[in-house]
């Protein structure tokens, strides 16, 4: 234990330090201990004791509660929504009554009634030099003893090991993943490869084709390939990439870029639902001012522009899926997309 | 039951039995069908289109025009339909109290007679969506459909769990707690400001029925894990635990590490 | 053994325990260094407890949910409880999170005693950093410490992360493909990388079980290891102590580990746990039955991550992807490189370059300050942040930047919540960015050095008591209550370092490094009000005219 009134002026250092023109004052040290009621009058020591055992049965009813409503209110398959949240609230505010009970009955037989008066320690410095000056010496023996100063040739080689060592680490890393093809670049848009039969637009999530006269001016159908949901394996990747959003639009209000005239169809267009920013779906469609937005960082597309970027960090237009009719009045992609959708990736340009 | 049979000995007593009971819900179910019929194909009578035709010279046409044509502060009614109307009118939003981004619900400005008086005279002035079957608003559907084709058309709007959220420029997508499910139904049919239309090509009345369903059973049940802070998401929650988990912890430690008296 | 003290015998049963198990283990020494241990006790010292203890309950609750979680992504139809998702076809991930939360007793509340505890663990780590930075806590020797502390605050992070994703729901799902398109950003390796962590294509069937992985057994192995070297390292430097009278360097003024500050922080546990329980009772946290089962088409407005990641998001939404209208100048962020390759600036640059330089200089702090000071000397006493007023600013500067990030990740809300544009709100949070941590400095300096001339106005005159007395000629004057000693004391036991100009190196040499030294010495101390001096109160209290009614008894009126 140190001596509660150490006020011995700071170590100097190379810091300038202020207020020494006019001298430093002295330190008073700890201030005198302040008796609490619980020191001088017994009543008050009873009464807190009574406190601290009245928070320790609050602790134990809480306890107790806890397990009858554990065992009481049983959950199944067919348990209510009210059950559920009753036991839930049941279990959580008695667990917060047995916890909270011990908690504040220990601190406050803390506060109230073990001593309470401040005590100094020394500090000791964390190393000392006799300490340093010992572990030096040893180190230098050390060194000495391996001869690894004397025998570059084992050092350089032993270096060469150790840094070669942790590729097979890497190595076995290997098998996480594919290596990046060219799958990010189709999706189940583009026509069969066999027949040439193109791929119909259908409902999502239900999976019916959507005819050309379906679309009203005004609405938004939220599309998925045919042919989607029969996908036994990698369901969802497919999705990922293949999710479209169709519009109908008044086709004045349309500005067609040269090259793209036969991909709607009456005023009706379809464009990926991938953000080109970071991939979320921009599925939010305001029919009155054509404006596309994204709810994750509110890119916003111009329907009217071809998705071209009006707000928000996405940079790059979403890409427009080509359509047109089929022989039955059903809408079919013409092709696949004719760039990546969704984010951009280093490799994007890649042909 | 007994001491009734025992009188009716008459062997024609069944037959005229089975004629009378045939009868009555022949009579019945005529009534009734015609009933329905009233309310499906907007039937709407002539006086109610000629009182809303005074009524939407007084109080709409300065915008929409004398005759629904539109003008430049007003869109054309026109084949908008019953549906619209009645939407707009009976969630407040029309008359609009004045211009901003969207108009915004507030306390309706007529009554039901007066509503429909007008939507009877919005249908009159071309066809367009009527007002929705009572048997699509029963909240009888297909609850797990319905939230399913929320989640698709619906939640990038009005949220998972239809609190609502933020479009472009001012406007926003309302929260859907407690909109009776006319409405909601009338929304997805005429696509009001600028909510897209869903109509019946698009998703069939029966999904429309479910997507209702969905929203009545997650508004009757509430939130099994307690105060649901709004439903919107971690940013309530994160809040939350700054400003009331945090706060809480704060003032513990403050008394923890104060001097008892 | 023979030996010449006679052999000690316990005189109670748990002596002969507690003896037993010494003989075998040399226990006693520890309790001797331990027992009555020193620990300076305030408020704000309980941060980094309330996130040990968090971490304490998350291993608890995390521990009884992965008897319960399954984190396969195979798919399986949902037959549970909750009504509205009976019938969808859903990962394994997701039905079993829906069954721990609907089925499994008590499983609710763990899970949300689980989540919230998650919030309030990174809160309470960013609380306790605040406060040891703007204290002065990291200075030396705890420079590694701090540190240690950063790697634990962004293990934390992680550490939420992955955790948040586990359930494989709408949101977290939409979440892990905003961290895909970030990873694909990067510049050669992005795909590569995104390939390999999901095991393919996005979504894949792999993430979850690998992410299941890394947060039951890599990170919290890493950040318990972490915790471990991080109160060795607390207890070999012993805590800091605030300036006071009796506190210096070279001692540690508090309360005995035994009996009273183990009661109050073994107490202080059970506090933290009953006020998260009674939070996870009370309060829906990551409602996952309203988002769905994770699919790439649909998404909920209002995502976000939680909160902790929120400032990343809010970089990116902050970031325009172009600037300049549709027919006129564009200006993309996104270029092609190379002939060939795409670099796609509108999301790398918000995901590295913000969170780099918040954590830079959160790292290199300790010793940008020591640099500036050549300050060799070891300090445990705090600095009031107000007597270091140059630190304080660029704290809240960086606090500020953090907070407009922050802030931007729930534009969407703010918009809609307080019935304006969210363009707007993007627009003046894009001006905030820049500006904001500008201001805050600026703000903050001035009132820091407000408040030091306020205390020795204190410490000179004494406390204002509101008592106004009119002297006979005639003059009124408010009577100041002259402070104790001990109260002085507080106020005027400072160190406010000046200026330190370039000095020769041992060349006798000013090198261009130190001339900037020198300069940054300037910039950091050339505002100072320096602490009272006994020469100053003698001063103050000899042409003191109202001396005289000051020390005067408050009688006669």
């Known amino acids: 234990m140190g001596n509660p009134s150490d006020g011995a002026p700071q170590q100097g250092g190379t810091v300038a330090t202020a207020g020494q023109a006019g001298g430093r004052f002295e330190d008073p040290g700890i201030p005198p201990h302040r008796p609490r009621l619980a020191d001088t009058d017994p009543k008050a020591a009873k009464r807190a004791e009574r406190q601290v055992t009245a928070l320790f049965v609050i602790s134990v009813i809480g306890t107790v509660v806890f397990l009858i409503s554990y065992f009481a209110i049983d959950l199944g398959n067919d348990s209510s929504i009210d059950t559920i949240r009753t036991q839930n609230i049941l279990l959580g505010l008695s667990t917060a009554f047995a916890m909270l009970g011990i908690g504040t009955g220990i601190v406050h037989w803390a506060k109230a009634l073990m001593p309470d008066h401040e005590v100094s320690e020394a500090r000791h410095a964390v190393r000392t030099e006799e300490d340093r000056a010992a572990a030096v010496r040893i180190v230098d023996d050390i060194i000495e003893e391996t001869g690894i100063k004397r025998r570059p040739l084992i050092r350089n080689t032993l270096i060469g090991a150790l840094a070669l060592a942790p590729l097979p680490a890497l190595a076995v890393f290997g098998d996480l993943g594919p290596n990046a093809n060219d799958k990010l670049r189709h999706t189940m848009w583009a026509p069969n490869a066999q027949t040439g039969k193109k791929v119909r637009l259908t409902r999502d999530p239900d999976g019916t084709p959507i005819r050309a006269s379906d679309v009203t001016i005004g609405s938004a159908f939220h599309v998925i390939p045919e042919g989607l949901n029969d996908l036994k394996e990698g369901k969802l990747n497919e999705k990922a990439k293949a999710v479209v959003l169709l519009m109908r639009l008044n086709p004045e209000d349309l500005n067609i870029s040269p090259g793209r005239e036969s991909w709607s169809y009456n005023g009706i267009v379809a464009y990926s639902k991938i953000c080109t920013h970071v991939g979320c779906p921009v599925a939010l469609y305001e029919q009155q001012t054509h404006h596309l937005l994204c709810p994750c960082h509110q890119s916003t597309f111009d329907l009217t522009h071809e998705c071209q970027v009006i707000f928000g960090p996405a940079s790059r237009p979403l890409p427009q899926l080509p359509i047109e009719v089929d022989s039955d009045g059903y809408l079919v992609a013409t092709s696949d997309f004719h760039e990546p959708v969704g984010p951009s990736y280093w490799e994007r340009e890649y042909s | 039951m007994k001491a009734l049979s025992q009188k009716r000995r008459h062997p024609l007593a069944v037959v005229a039995l089975l004629v009378m009971g045939l009868l009555l819900t022949g009579v019945l179910y005529s009534v009734a069908s015609t009933a329905n019929q009233a309310k499906a194909d907007s039937g709407f009578t002539a006086s109610d289109v000629s009182s809303g035709q005074k009524l939407f010279v007084a109080n709409c046409a300065t915008c929409h025009g004398m005759n629904g044509q539109g003008s430049a502060s007003g869109p054309s009614l026109v084949g908008v339909g019953a549906a619209a109307a009645d939407f707009q009118v009976s969630t407040g939003r029309m008359p609009m109290q004045m211009s901003g981004p969207q108009a915004q619900r507030k306390p309706a400005q007529f009554n039901a007679d007066q509503t429909r008086q007008l939507a009877a005279f919005v249908a009159s002035l071309g066809a367009g969506p009527t007002l929705p079957d009572e048997s699509m608003l029963d909240g009888k559907g297909d609850a797990t459909h319905g939230g399913e084709l929320f989640r698709v058309n619906c939640a990038m709007c009005h949220n998972a769990a239809a609190a609502g959220g933020a479009l472009t420029r001012g406007k926003f997508a309302p929260s859907l707690d407690g909109v009776p499910a006319q409405n909601i139904y009338e929304a997805m049919v005429t696509g009001p400001q600028n909510m897209p239309v869903f109509s019946d090509a698009n998703i069939s009345p029966e999904g429309k029925r479910d997507i209702i369903t969905f929203l009545q059973t997650i508004q009757k049940q509430g939130s099994p894990g307690g105060a649901d802070l709004g439903s919107l998401g971690p940013v309530s929650e994160g809040l939350f635990i700054w400003v009331a988990g945090l706060g809480v912890i704060i003032a513990f430690t403050i008394w923890l590490t104060s001097r008892s008296s | ?557």
């Open chain 3, 1 to 557: 053994m023979s030996n010449a003290s006679p052999t000690y015998q316990p005189p109670t049963k748990v002596g002969r325990i507690a003896d037993f198990v010494d003989q075998r283990t040399g226990l006693s020494s520890v309790t001797r260094e331990f027992g009555r241990k020193i620990f300076p006790d305030h408020w704000s010292f309980m941060f980094g407890e309330v996130a040990l203890y968090c971490f304490i309950i998350l291993l608890l609750s995390g521990t009884f949910l992965t008897f319960f979680f399954n984190p396969s992504m195979a798919e399986t139809t949902y037959s549970g409880a909750y009504v509205p998702l009976r019938g969808m076809d859903m990962s394994v991930a997701y039905q079993s999170s829906l069954h721990i939360s609907f089925e499994v007793r008590g499983g609710l509340f763990m899970r949300q005693l689980h989540h919230w505890a998650a919030l309030l663990f990174v809160a309470a780590m960013s609380v306790h950093m605040l406060r040891v930075f703007f204290t002065g806590a990291f200075r030396k020797p705890r420079e590694i410490n701090w540190v240690i502390g950063g790697v634990l605050l962004i293990l934390g992070m992680a550490e939420g992360f992955t955790g948040y994703s586990l359930p494989d729901d709408l949101l977290s799902g939409n979440g892990l493909r905003i961290i895909d398109g970030v990873i694909k950003s990067i510049p050669v390796i992005g795909t590569w990388i995104s390939f390999f962590l999901f095991g393919g294509e996005f979504p894949g069937n792999a993430i979850i079980g690998r992410l299941y992985v890394l947060h039951i057994l890599l990170i919290p192995a890493m950040i318990l290891g972490l915790v471990a070297l991080h109160l060795i390292f607390v207890v070999v430097h012993k805590h800091t102590q605030y300036p006071g009278p009796g506190r210096n360097d070279r001692n540690v003024v508090g309360y005995p580990l035994g009996p009273v500050y183990a009661a109050k922080a073994g107490g202080f546990f059970f506090i933290v746990f009953g006020v998260l329980a009674a939070i996870a009772a009370g309060f829906t946290i990551n409602p996952i039955w309203n988002y769905g089962p994770y699919d790439p088409s649909p998404v909920s407005a209002g995502t976000q991550p939680d909160w902790y990641i929120g400032w990343v998001d809010g970089a990116l939404r902050l970031m325009p992807g172009v600037l300049g209208a549709v027919g006129g100048y564009r200006q993309h962020f996104e270029f092609v490189v190379f002939g060939q390759q795409t670099l796609t600036l509108n999301v790398l640059l918000p995901a590295l370059v913000p969170a780099g330089i918040v954590f830079t200089v959160l790292f290199i702090y300790p010793w940008i300050e020591r640099w500036i000071t050549k300050d060799e000397r070891e300090h445990h006493v705090l600095d009031r942040p107000r007597n270091a007023p140059t630190r304080t600013a660029i704290g809240m500067a960086g606090f500020t930047f953090y907070c407009v990030m922050w802030a931007a990740a729930s534009s969407d809300l703010i918009a809609t919540h307080f019935h304006v544009a969210l363009n707007d709100v993007t627009y003046w949070l894009r001006a905030l960015f820049f500006v904001g941590p500008i201001i805050a400095f600026v703000v903050t300096k001035r009132i820091a050095l407000g408040l030091q001339r306020k205390d020795r106005e204190i410490a000179l005159h004494g406390r204002e008591t509101g008592r106004i007395v009119r002297l006979p000629h005639g003059e009124f004057i408010e009577v100041h209550a002259p402070l104790d000693a001990y109260k002085r004391y507080r106020l005027i036991s400072f160190d406010s370092p000046e200026v330190l100009p370039a000095q020769p190196n041992a060349k006798g040499v000013v090198d261009r490094r130190e001339r900037r030294r020198a300069k940054f010495s300037q910039w950091f101390f050339e505002d100072r009000v320096a602490p009272v001096t006994p020469a100053e109160l003698e001063a103050a209290h000899a042409h003191g005219h109202h001396e005289a009614i000051e020390s005067a008894p408050t009688s006669g009126h």
